[in-house]
């Protein structure tokens, strides 16, 4: 497992076993996922947890690991953390694989649609922003819908609005 899969599946692992406290939801939601990780572990399932997929290139990339990446590569632009780089705090790599790592044998995504609920001051316009970017240049679904996003991208990132 890879470096991002495996800081979700320790995530979800250490908030199952109670030594990360948090809400009923978060727990069955880190409960499906260890359940699902073993349910879809075969290569007949119809859906794989973060898998080697090609591009339309014929470059390997692993959806997950992607689309963290590409969020780490991205600078803060606000705030006392201006300029400095994107570090994904493992909550937040839980959700983003989660959400972006089940994928079809074709790289189509399990997940169409999440509902994040995040308290004031846990960088939820950074992380929607960067998803939003993320899905108008870097996402190889090819038919990913990234207008949701635009109006967040123009707010934590006003340099695009320039």
Same mark, same amino acid.
């Given at each position: ?13 250490? %908030?199952?076993?109670?030594?990360? &406290?948090?809400?009923?939801? %978060? ?45 780490? /590569?991205?600078?803060? %632009?606000?705030?006392? &953390? ?16 989660? %959400? ?35 899905? &108008? ?14 109006? /967040? ?10």
């Amino acid at each position: 497992m890879s470096g991002y899969a495996a800081s979700a599946k320790q995530y979800a692992q250490r %908030v199952v076993s109670g030594e990360i &406290l948090t809400c009923e939801w %978060v727990q069955k939601a880190c409960k499906r996922q260890l359940d699902d990780l073993i349910r879809f572990k075969r290569k007949s399932s119809i859906y794989q947890f973060n898998p080697e997929l090609l591009d339309r290139y014929g470059r390997p990339y692993r959806p997950a690991d992607n689309l963290c990446a590409f969020i780490e /590569r991205l600078p803060h %632009v606000k705030g006392p &953390l201006a300029s400095r780089m994107i570090v994904l705090e493992p909550w937040q790599v839980f959700i983003l694989s989660t %959400v972006f790592g089940w994928v079809k044998s074709d790289g189509k995504r399990r997940f169409r649609r999440s509902y994040i609920e995040v308290p004031r001051g846990n960088a939820k316009s950074t992380l929607s922003s960067a998803v939003g970017l993320y899905m &108008l240049a870097a996402d190889r679904e090819g038919v990913a819908s990234s207008f949701a996003f635009f109006g /967040r991208v123009l707010s934590a990132y006003p340099r695009v609005n320039s």
